[in-house]
C-alpha cells in the first residue's frame, strides 16, 4: 500500500523568507501524481500545486515550487517570499488508484 | 469556480443518532468522495462514488454509509453515531480522468456526545 509521510508536523517562517515542507512517499508503480494542498484556518482545502510522475521537470505556480525526486521518493515544496496568507496546514498527497494524503505540516507565517 | 457545498460547518448530535451529512458540487463532476481528518492522521477516504447510484468503500467505511442519487449530491450517514466518529469530514469531487484534481467542501465539524 502507498504511503505518504510529512515528517514535520509543525513549522514557522517569517515573513519574506523562503520555507521548504518535506514529504515522502513509498510506492512500486511508475505512474501516478502528486499534490500539494493548502487548508488554512477555518477555510476550504485548495490545490496548490501538483506534478505527474513521468515529468522530470519540476512544477511550478507562482511562489510555490516543488523539488520531485523520483529516485528518493521524495516531493517537497518550496514557499518562496512567504506571507501571512500563506498561513495554513499543508497536505501532501499520492494518486495512482487511490488518493493517499499524509499527516500534513502547519506552516505559520510571522510578521 | 468549482464550488462544493457541505450541509452543516458544524453539528452536534448524541450516541446512537442517525446523522445525515450533505455535500452538492455544482460542476458536473463523475467522483465525488468523502473523507475524514483526524490530527496527526491527514484525511482518510471513507467512501467514494464514480456515478449516480455507485459507491465503493475507502479506507475506513465501518460504521458509515452512502447515498448517490443525483449526480451533484452526496451524502454520508451515520447509521448509530458513536463518540469516535467524531472528526471533520470533508466531501471532495473530481472530473473523471487520471489527473484528478480534487476540490473540496468546507468541511463538517462533528461532535458526538
Known amino acids: 500500500a502507498q504511503t505518504v509521510t510529512q515528517s514535520q508536523p509543525e513549522m514557522s517562517v517569517q515573513e519574506a523568507e523562503t520555507v521548504t515542507l518535506s514529504c515522502t512517499y513509498d510506492?512500486?508503480?511508475?505512474?501516478?501524481?502528486l499534490f500539494w494542498y493548502k487548508q488554512p484556518p477555518s477555510r476550504q482545502m485548495i490545490l496548490v500545486i501538483r506534478q505527474e510522475a513521468y515529468k522530470q521537470q519540476n512544477a511550478t505556480e507562482n511562489r510555490f515550487s516543488v523539488n520531485f525526486q523520483k529516485a528518493a521518493k521524495s516531493f517537497s515544496l518550496k514557499i518562496s517570499d512567504s506571507q501571512l496568507g500563506d498561513t495554513a496546514m499543508y497536505f501532501c498527497a499520492f494518486k495512482n488508484n487511490d488518493m493517499r494524503f499524509g499527516a500534513g505540516t502547519r506552516l505559520t507565517v510571522k510578521p | 469556480d468549482v464550488k462544493v457545498t457541505q450541509s452543516s460547518r458544524y453539528l452536534v448530535k448524541r450516541t446512537g443518532e442517525k446523522v445525515f451529512l450533505e455535500c452538492v458540487q455544482d460542476m458536473d463532476h463523475e467522483n465525488m468522495f468523502w473523507y475524514r481528518q483526524d490530527p496527526g492522521l491527514g484525511l482518510r477516504l471513507i467512501y467514494f462514488s464514480y456515478d449516480v447510484k455507485m459507491k465503493e468503500k475507502g479506507d475506513i467505511p465501518e460504521g458509515y454509509s452512502v447515498s448517490r442519487e443525483k449526480k451533484e449530491r452526496f451524502s454520508l450517514i451515520l447509521e448509530s453515531a458513536s463518540t469516535n466518529q467524531t472528526s471533520m469530514y470533508l466531501c471532495?469531487?473530481?472530473?473523471?480522468?487520471?489527473?484528478?484534481?480534487?476540490?473540496f467542501g468546507p468541511g463538517t465539524r462533528l461532535l458526538v456526545l
Open positions: 510506492t512500486s508503480e511508475s505512474n501516478y501524481y
Open positions: 471532495a469531487s473530481s472530473f473523471g480522468g487520471s489527473l484528478e484534481t480534487q476540490y
